[in-house]
């Protein structure tokens, strides 16, 4: 008997699961990791199918921890290339035939203490619609007191690709600006910084519309980045059932 044409569901979880199955040979099959005051998922740790767009087929949110290069200076002040571990977010889309990559970020959302190990994603949500938020920093290679803030949020647009559709800024030198107006302090703090946590704002956030899912923390941290693990791999069992973490 003739095998039956597979369903475009099928065709989508084969699509996805081979995006996958790169990913863990690129990066490692996810696991949890700890050290002396530090916990983490490693490898390609964060899974999940959500449906960012409310157009019916879900998406492949992956996340992945890996080594990147960065320019530093040795004790002699040369400059030197050094790795230091870091975590890229990518979302895949189903267009019918093929998963297309519809979102990447290198860096997930960080707190603003340059000291603060903390690693985690945010995704907003409303009635329909899923949004990907991310808070970064960067600071001034004399002071860590000098420096500026991004709050960006982005949305899955008719194409398909995630466009940005709210950005804040905050610099310690210059202040303020939302999607790319001038802001006065107070005004920030209200309608800028409605992403959780950012410049230290909206800590007890409404967690039925923002989600945060920690990938690297302190010891508190440890049990919520355990069950992402095996979030992960019983998102990629349902893909395919044959998968061995």
Not at 9 to 15: F, H, P, R
Not at 25 to 41: F, P, R
Not at 140 to 157: E, L
Not at 212 to 225: A, E, M, N, P, Y
Request: aromatic share 12%; charged share 30%; glycine share 6%.
């Amino acid at each position: 008997r003739r095998q039956s044409k597979k369903s475009d569901s099928e065709l989508m979880k084969d699509a996805y699961y081979s995006v996958v199955e790169d990913l863990n040979a690129k990066y490692g099959k996810a696991s949890y990791e700890s050290g002396s005051n530090i916990c983490y998922g490693a490898g390609l740790c964060a899974v999940r199918l959500i449906d960012f767009n409310h157009d019916g087929p879900d998406e492949l949110l992956a996340v992945f921890r890996y080594d990147k290069k960065v320019s530093a200076e040795d004790k002699n002040g040369e400059h030197v290339l050094k790795e230091e571990p870091n975590y890229r977010m990518e979302v895949y889309a189903w267009n019918g035939s093929t998963a297309v990559r519809a979102f990447d970020s290198d860096g997930v959302s960080t707190m603003q203490e340059k000291d603060d190990d903390s690693r985690f994603y945010i995704l907003q949500k409303d009635d329909e619609k899923t949004y990907i938020c991310r808070n970064s920093y960067s600071y001034s290679a004399k002071t860590s007191r000098v420096w500026s803030g991004t709050s960006r949020i982005s949305a899955q647009g008719e194409n398909g690709i995630f466009e940005p559709i709210f950005t804040a800024n905050a610099e310690s030198d210059y202040g303020y600006m939302i999607n790319g107006e001038k802001s006065y302090r107070r005004d920030f703090e209200k309608n800028g910084c409605i992403v959780p946590y950012f410049c230290g704002n909206n800590t007890d956030y409404d967690d039925s519309e923002f989600e945060i899912r920690w990938l690297q923390g302190d010891s508190s941290k440890g049990s919520d980045i355990r069950n992402m693990i095996s979030e992960t791999q019983k998102t990629i069992r349902s893909l395919n059932s044959a998968y061995q973490p």
